[in-house]
């Protein structure tokens, strides 16, 4: 514990842009201390906060079609290995990844592109050879693939978190599981405030708070938080076997409702499930109430049915499955990368997943530990404060 609580730096956010954040600082031997509250017990009573890494399973791959993404992801999977060893616990599950859609769609030869251009192996695939390689899938005859091998596949974001945090109080990083609800700066330090009436000071703060970040800023950011719902499919023994050579999909199929899946995966009630969640959603959730609500109660029919015909479309064994439906968020930035800079002497930020930021999540994390050192990044992934008229 530092003398007068007082420490170098504070990561306000403990999910996994933070948690690897901290992890960075910590191995460089600096007195951090870390926010994370823990995940709710019970949802719909829980009156903190909430994070989006709250799952078993999210799509890691080099396959992109930004650069950015893709060498942001690259240099996080390199890593993963390193992490799994300092911490025992194995969070990544190599099962291949297939970006699937329209031969003749843009995003198609834009992640071929990339793919060339970074030294990303694949296999372009057409129908054919797709629907012979995996005939548990509806594939379109106007659709190819392009198959990434292992380290793609999925992570375990629970467990990557765990594993960081790990990692990070093992070189001396302070946990502190309370929620920051007031930052106030002077010209050499910040003073932290939390729910709980505790005040701390440290000289830079870095916020990877997510859906949650503008509650804190007095200048907020150009941020868009959605609200998503993904649907899970639980699955017989049977399935279970027959879906055992299923990589990580994401689908861009002719009628333009944009999905991914996770292939099996077993999740704390025992059972095992496969995965959709469908990435056009227009629900803008506009302040901390929305977001709070969206998390705890959040419904919506019309987009059930859209990720229930997607998935019995695309994998029809799994029509007459039980199913069930979650709640979760993420924000998107301006520039569709995330941001990651300082906006005054003492505050810095690296928020703006995009959707993307599981898969991406050390590098980010490893970013952000930089620019409190005074280091510059990407001027690509500069932070853009919200503009009124």
């Not at 440290?202 to 916020?207: E, G, H, Q, R």
């Not at 569709?336 to 930021?357: D, E, K, R, T």
Request: aromatic share 8%; glycine share 8%; charged share 20%.
């Amino acid at each position: 514990m530092s003398q007068n609580n007082h420490y170098d730096f504070a990561v306000i956010g403990g999910g996994m842009f933070g948690s690897a954040a901290a992890r960075h600082l910590g191995n460089q031997g600096y007195n951090v201390l870390l926010f994370a509250p823990k995940e709710p017990l019970e949802r719909t009573s829980h009156e903190g906060v909430f994070a989006s890494h709250y799952d078993e399973a999210r799509i890691t791959r080099m396959l992109d079609a930004d650069e950015i993404w893709s060498n942001l992801a690259a240099r996080s999977i390199n890593r993963y290995e390193e992490i799994q060893k300092a911490s025992g616990i194995n969070f990544h599950h190599p099962s291949k990844y297939l970006f699937l859609a329209q031969k003749d769609i843009d995003s198609l030869y834009e992640n071929i592109n990339v793919a060339k251009a970074h030294d990303v192996n694949f296999d372009l695939l057409d129908s054919f050879s797709l629907t012979e390689r995996m005939p548990f899938l509806h594939i379109a005859e106007d659709e190819k693939g392009l198959l990434e091998p292992p380290p793609a596949g999925y992570v375990n974001p629970r467990a990557l978190v765990r594993a960081q945090l790990k990692c990070a109080l093992a070189t001396g990083v302070r946990l502190e599981n309370q929620v920051v609800n007031g930052l106030s700066e002077t010209n050499t330090e910040v003073k932290i405030k939390t729910t709980s009436g505790n005040q701390y000071s440290v000289s830079k703060v870095l916020l990877t708070t997510g859906v949650h970040t503008n509650h804190l800023l007095d200048s907020p950011l150009d941020l868009i938080i959605k609200g998503t719902m993904v649907v899970f499919a639980k699955l017989s023994d049977d399935l279970i076997e027959q879906l055992s050579t299923m990589p990580s999909i994401s689908h861009r199929p002719a009628n333009g409702i944009n999905t991914y899946l996770l292939p099996p995966v077993k999740y704390p009630d025992g059972y095992t499930y496969v995965k959709i969640g469908v990435g056009n959603s227009q629900r803008i959730l506009n302040s901390e109430k929305e977001i709070r609500e969206w998390f705890r109660y959040g419904a919506d029919d019309h987009e059930k049915n859209i990720a229930h015909d997607s998935i019995v479309n695309l994998i029809p064994s799994l029509h007459n499955q039980p199913m069930h439906f979650e709640t979760c968020a993420h924000t998107e930035t301006t520039t569709g990368h995330p941001y990651i800079g300082m906006l005054s002497n003492n505050i810095g930020v690296a928020v703006g997943g995009n959707g993307y930021g599981a898969k991406s999540s050390d590098e980010i994390g490893r970013l952000g530990a930089t620019i409190l050192q005074e280091e510059t990044v990407d001027n690509r992934l500069t932070p853009c404060l919200l503009t009124t008229a």
